[in-house]
Each structure stands twice: as C-alpha cells, then as structure tokens.
C-alpha cells in the first residue's frame, strides 16, 4: 500500500489535483458552448480524466480509477457525439470531479468512500439524454 510522502504518490496527488482542475474548468467551458464547441476542448477534458484513470490504475487506486474510468466513458460519447454536453450530462460529470476530489484528499482510505451515487448519476444522465430528456 502506497502511503503519504511516497514521491510516486505525492508526484500523482499533486498532478491529478491540476488535471481535475483543468476537467471541471473545461466542463463548465462545455457547459457554455454546448455543441458548438471545438472539438479540442472535449479532447482535453478527455485526456486529463484518461489521465487520472491510468494513474490510479497504476498505483492499484481502485476507487479513484474506477470513477474515473466512468467519468471518461461519458467525455467519450461527447467526443464521438453520441451525446451532446447537456445540463444534466455537465451536472453529473462535475459531480464526479468533486468525488474525485474528496478521494484525493482521503487517499489512504479512497478505496473505502462508495461511488455509488456518482456512478449512478453518470449512468443516469446518459439515459436521460439518449431518451432525448
């Protein structure tokens, strides 16, 4: 188990803290531009929260990796426009960037906080908007 003053770990606390920064200012850029943004904004959004997953997923941060892992399957049916970014899409991924942070700073009992109700709203609010909801 990797513990706080791990350079690893201080390295992807530090790096995962920026890239969830720069997932939910983009997230509320997508918000704004809707389907009208540029597609390298979304790509953006993509690769920091591909980021924090394949980090996690390296340092064995189930929790972590698996919210992450949602959340980018939702950023990728936007690149692919499979959904648009709606309020109800946004809502639930910032949601799952607050969470994201909570585990960040519970790191060493991350893998104990349920994201249950985070998955559930990014599951929800992709079936509300394929229904056209």
């Known amino acids: 188990m990797i513990q706080r ?3 690893v770990l201080e ?13 939910e200012s983009g997230l509320l850029h ?3 531009c809707g389907e009208d943004c540029d597609p390298e904004i979304i790509n953006s959004i993509f690769r920091d929260a591909h980021s924090v ?6 340092l064995k941060l189930n929790t972590i990796e698996n ?5 980018e399957n939702v950023l990728e049916m936007i ?3 499979q959904i648009v970014p709606s309020e109800i899409i946004v809502t639930a991924c910032l949601e799952s960037v607050d ?9 060493e009992r991350s893998d104990t906080i349920s994201i249950r109700l985070h998955t559930r709203m990014l599951e929800m609010a992709v079936q509300k908007t394929l229904q056209g909801e």
């Open 11 to 23: 390295i992807f606390l530090e790096e995962t803290a920026d890239r969830l920064d720069a997932v």
């Open 30 to 32: 997508l918000e704004s």
């Open 79 to 81: 690149r692919k426009k």
């Open 5 to 7: 003053g791990d350079q």
């Open 67 to 71: 919210l992450a892992h949602k959340l």
């Open 53 to 58: 997953k394949a980090g996690s997923n390296l």
């Open 99 to 107: 969470k994201l942070r909570e585990l960040i700073e519970n790191i």
